[in-house]
């Protein structure tokens, strides 16, 4: 038997990779991926509760949906950020993109 | 409400209305042609006075001096607090409208003929335009505020004429002592103003006065209160210690000395006393200084007078001591004495006032030894001037003795004999020193073969006034039915006014004496004036220096006050400067040591960011873990 605690591990370790991912990678692309492990650790979340505590209502499922329309159309933005960048430094090196500071 | 009461009301409004159009109209159309300007503001003055005679009219039909008519017109409303633009018009309302309108239209007239040639005619007109509209505001207000607003308006447009001749160092000089001076007495009116409403919760003159009746106010509060609207007359009306701006004011074209600085802006003072006479006349204490004010002025500028080498200044501190007989005759409950002596005292002050502007237009010097036998060259000047300095001397039967000779019998009256001989004292003075003037000015040699004299345009004004300075002391007759007296008192029972002969003569002879004496001096020469200046030795250079007032406030400003200043700003400098410097400085330094860690890596922000959000989760279970909830927990 699935119970809600697992459904919340699952999202927990998925998390847990996601936020690894983005502090650790050197990929600009690597990151982009990590974050939308993040969402979706979120969306099973939604789902999950949904699923277990108010099975009548479908606001849970309704907001994942809303979740990855969203988390594409932030996934266009980021590899096209990355893209402009590549063409101006010729690298996609997270650590080389160091312009950010005083 | 009936008829008569909306013609009035109605009237009430439009008098101080019509000179505000003309300064419209002047200013934004018609500056550049000089006649219309004059006529367009002549004419609004005309009609104003017109009107003022039929309110007159309608208050002298109602035979009941109590009787007022007030209205007010919403303006702004603040929660339940309203602030309105009303009028009040009462018996004291109307012959204040009529010594205003009247010396203002002669001034106006004879302002042609003065200004002429002048680059800033239209601007001088649209200027006395606008005082006029503010004056009148002043006598028909019907509350504090708005007083207080034509208080400063007054104010102001008596800045811009002593100034008008800018480009004078002395005239621009004078309008900003004009402006600084008058402010210390406003900043006290303004307390007082704001102290009574902020315990009555209103501006209107009425309310306040039966929140007073009602004895809500502390008897020792209630003095200073009144005190310090008493500083406002003070600063407007030129009392001591604020009279040094009025002298420096004749600056200004003579008109202007002649309606602002003589007849109306510096009656206001007195005007606006006699107004709240019912809310002064609750504190016997202030009333009591306010006489000794008013009679230290009178006697104190009347002895610089005596020595005084400008026309217009001896005329100024004559003013100054007329303001202060005034006073004088407000501080001893002489209510009546006192308005009535302003309405004489307007038609025969704005008479020499003008009397001296023809001499000036003529001359072309303000100093009375480089003129001389002018009575030959300038015949109407000369008699009207002569006619007005035995009104204002007080000779009977002119205008100046009625009411003089009232305010004497009421300061008699009152028992106080040092201000009674003060006054009387005053009173040979004033004689003195006013045909010193003329006998200098217009009898023995001639000494200016070119002076001539005034156009008609000028002379006509001077004619008119002075013939007013002769039959306007009539309404006072003591004893009659009809006086000015039973229509200004407001008090319970009729105010009876009985002639005290005795004060009556002994006032002539004291004024006839003076006469002579400046005839003996200046006249006939018969006494040297060096031999007096040496018999009187130290007075004659105190007097001459005008008490050295100007030197002692000059001292007090630049050793004393300048002083203080030295402090603040060393204080301000180092201290309030340095704190907020320090908060700065602080900063930087912060920010300069943070920035290192910021170091453009977006990983590494990520980072912090986590780690503080790790860090707030920690805190929250440590010290509240209820609030764990928020993130799920039980």
């Not at chain 2, 180092?574 to 977006?602: E, M, P, Q, S």
Request: glycine share 8%; with cysteine; hydrophobic share 55%.
């Amino acid at each position: 038997m699935i119970t809600l605690g697992h459904y919340i591990v699952l999202s927990v370790l998925l998390f847990g990779i996601g936020v690894f991912g983005i502090l650790t990678r050197r990929n600009a692309i690597g990151i982009l991926m990590s974050l939308e492990l993040i969402f979706n650790a979120v969306n099973i979340n939604m789902v999950a509760f949904s699923k277990f505590l108010t099975p009548d209502l479908v606001y849970g499922e309704l907001f994942a949906i809303f979740i990855i329309a969203v988390a594409a159309a932030e996934s266009v933005l980021g590899l096209a950020i990355i893209l402009a960048i590549y063409r101006k430094k010729q690298t996609v090196n997270a650590d080389e993109m160091n312009i950010m500071k005083y | 409400m009936e008829v008569g009461d909306l013609n009035i009301i109605l009237l009430g409004y439009l008098i101080p209305f019509l000179p505000l159009l003309a300064f419209i109209i002047i200013v934004s159309m018609t500056k550049k042609f000089r006649l219309t300007s004059a006529i367009i503001s002549i004419s609004a003055i005309f009609i104003s006075f017109l009107l003022s005679l039929i309110l007159l009219y309608f208050r002298l039909k109602d035979t009941n001096a109590h009787n007022f008519i007030e209205y007010n017109l919403p303006w702004l409303s603040l929660g339940n607090f309203n602030l309105n633009v009303g009028i009040l018009i009462n018996n004291l309302t109307a012959i204040m409208l009529i010594v205003v309108t009247t010396v203002s239209l002669l001034v106006q007239i004879y302002s042609i003929g003065y200004m002429h040639g002048d680059d800033g005619f239209s601007r001088f007109f649209a200027f006395i335009s606008l005082f006029s509209f503010s004056m009148l505001g002043i006598v028909v207000s019907n509350n504090l505020l708005q007083l207080y607003i034509f208080w400063e308006l007054v104010g102001l447009c008596s800045y811009l004429l002593i100034g008008f001749w800018y480009h004078k160092p002395e005239a621009s000089d004078a309008a900003k002592k004009a402006f600084v001076v008058t402010r210390f007495g406003d900043f006290g009116f303004l307390l007082g103003i704001l102290i009574l409403t902020y315990n009555a919760g209103t501006f209107n003159f009425i309310e306040i006065e039966h929140y007073l009746k009602a004895g809500n106010m502390d008897a020792g509060l209630l003095t200073i209160v009144i005190l310090l609207l008493f500083c406002g007359a003070v600063g407007k009306s030129g009392q001591f210690p604020l009279h040094v701006w009025l002298p420096d004011a004749m600056e200004g074209p003579t008109p202007v000395s002649a309606l602002i600085h003589a007849a109306t802006m510096v009656a206001a003072g007195v005007f606006m006393v006699a107004r709240l006479f019912d809310i002064f006349s609750l504190s016997s204490d202030a009333l009591k200084i306010i006489a000794y004010i008013g009679g230290f002025t009178a006697i104190f500028s009347a002895t610089i007078a005596l020595t005084q080498d400008d026309i217009k200044r001896v005329l100024a501190y004559s003013t100054l001591s007329q303001l202060g007989y005034m006073m004088l005759a407000l501080g001893v409950s002489g209510y009546t004495a006192g308005m009535f002596h302003l309405y004489t005292h307007a038609f025969f002050k704005a008479l020499l006032f003008l009397c001296a502007g023809s001499v000036i237009h003529a001359m072309h010097t303000n100093n009375i030894w480089e003129m001389g036998g002018l009575h030959k060259k300038m015949p109407i000047t000369s008699i009207t001037f002569l006619i007005a300095a035995f009104a204002i001397s007080g000779i009977f039967p002119l205008s100046g003795f009625w009411s003089k000779d009232e305010i004497l019998v009421n300061v008699y009256e009152s028992g106080n004999k040092i201000l009674y001989y003060a006054a009387v004292i005053t009173a040979f003075l004033t004689a003195f020193y006013m045909f010193r003037l003329y006998f200098v000015t217009f009898t023995g040699n001639l000494k200016d073969e070119h002076a001539h004299e005034s156009p008609a345009v000028m002379t006509v004004p001077l004619i008119l006034l002075a013939l007013l300075s002769i039959i306007s002391g009539f309404v006072g007759i003591p004893g009659t039915e009809k006086s000015i007296y039973n229509f200004l008192y407001t008090g319970e029972h009729p105010h009876e006014v009985a002639m005290n002969l005795k004060i009556a003569i002994s006032s002539n002879i004291v004024a006839l004496s003076g006469i002579l004496f400046a005839f003996l001096i200046y006249g006939l020469k018969l006494i040297k004036a060096e031999t007096m200046k040496k018999i009187t030795g130290p007075f004659y250079v105190i007097s001459k220096n005008k008490y050295f007032i100007d030197e002692i406030y000059l001292f007090l400003i630049r050793k004393i006050f300048f002083a203080i200043t030295e402090f603040v700003k060393w204080f301000d400098r180092h201290i309030v400067d340095g704190a907020v410097n320090l908060v700065a400085f602080l900063c930087r330094w912060a920010g300069a040591k943070l920035r290192l860690t910021i170091n453009g890596n977006v990983q590494s922000y990520a980072l912090i960011i986590f780690s503080g959000m790790i860090l707030i989760i920690a805190v929250f279970a440590i010290y509240n873990p209820e609030a764990l909830r928020i993130f799920g927990g039980r």
